[in-house]
C-alpha cells in the first residue's frame, strides 16, 4: 500500500537557521510527491511538486527515488514560514493524493 | 477565477442523520475530489469525481457518497451518522497539468457530530 511518513510532528527552528522537513513514502511505481501548506486560518494550498523542480518561497525538495525520500529544505528560515507542511503522494494519475501525518514548523525570532 | 467555495462552513448534527455538503470547483476544472480531515487519521482521501462520474474511489464505508453535476459542482453525503464523522471534510478542484494534475483546496465544512 501506498504510504506517506513525517517523522517529526513539531519542528521548531530560529529565523535565518536552515530548515528541513523529512517526508519518506513507500510505493513500488513511480510517484508524483508534493509538499502542501497550510498557514494560520488559512486554505490548504500547493507549496511545490517533484516535476515541476521549482523553487518556491526559497524552498526546494529532490525527489530521491534510491532513498524513497522527498525532503523539504530551505537555507534561511523566515518567520512567515510558521505553518502546517504536509507531504503527499499521488500515483498512476490518479486524483488522489496520500497525505503524511504533517509537520508543523515554528519559526522562533 | 473564483476559488473553491465550499457549504455550509459548520454544521451539527445528531447520531444517525444524515447530512449533504457542497462544493463548487475552480471555474473549468471538471474533477473535484473530496477528503476528511481528522486529529488522529489525519487526510484521507474519500472520493474523485470526473464529468458526473465517480473515477477514484477511497476506503470509506458506503454510509459515505457523492455526486457531481453536469456544471461540475459536487456534493457529498454522510448517511446514519456517527460520532467518529466528526471532521473537517475538504473539497479540491483539480486542474489538468499534462498528465498529471494540481489540487486546490476549498476551505471545508467542519461536521460536529453529537
Known amino acids: 500500500a501506498q504510504r506517506v511518513t513525517q517523522p517529526e510532528k513539531l519542528l521548531s527552528v530560529f529565523k535565518g537557521a536552515p530548515v528541513e522537513l523529512k517526508c519518506n513514502y513507500s510505493?513500488?511505481?513511480?510517484?508524483?510527491l508534493f509538499w502542501y501548506v497550510q498557514y494560520s486560518r488559512q486554505r490548504l494550498q500547493l507549496l511545490l511538486r517533484?516535476?515541476s523542480r521549482e523553487s518556491i518561497k526559497g524552498f526546494t525538495a529532490d525527489l530521491n527515488k534510491g532513498e524513497t525520500s522527498f525532503h523539504l529544505k530551505k537555507p534561511f528560515a523566515q518567520e512567515e514560514d510558521s505553518a502546517m507542511y504536509y507531504c503527499?503522494?499521488?500515483?498512476?494519475?490518479?486524483?488522489?493524493?496520500?497525505f503524511g501525518q504533517g509537520t508543523r514548523l515554528t519559526i522562533n525570532p | 477565477k473564483a476559488g473553491v467555495t465550499q457549504t455550509p462552513r459548520y454544521l451539527i448534527k445528531t447520531r444517525g442523520q444524515q447530512v449533504t455538503l457542497s462544493c463548487s470547483p475552480i471555474?473549468?476544472?471538471?474533477?473535484v475530489s473530496w477528503y476528511q480531515q481528522t486529529p488522529g487519521q489525519g487526510l484521507q482521501f474519500l472520493f474523485e469525481?470526473?464529468?458526473?462520474?465517480?473515477?477514484n474511489k477511497g476506503n470509506f464505508p458506503g454510509r459515505f457518497s457523492g455526486r457531481q453535476f453536469s456544471n461540475s459542482r459536487s456534493e457529498m453525503n454522510v448517511s446514519t451518522l456517527e460520532l467518529g464523522d466528526s471532521a473537517l471534510y475538504l473539497c479540491?478542484?483539480?486542474?489538468?497539468?499534462?498528465?498529471?494534475?494540481?489540487?486546490?483546496f476549498g476551505p471545508g465544512t467542519r461536521l460536529t457530530v453529537t
Open positions: 503527499a503522494l499521488s500515483y498512476q494519475g490518479a486524483q488522489k493524493l496520500v
Open positions: 510505493y513500488s511505481g513511480s510517484p508524483e
Open positions: 517533484h516535476i
Open positions: 471555474s473549468g476544472h471538471r474533477s
Open positions: 469525481y470526473f464529468s458526473e462520474t465517480q473515477r
Open positions: 479540491a478542484s483539480n486542474a489538468e497539468r499534462g498528465n498529471s494534475y494540481e489540487q486546490y
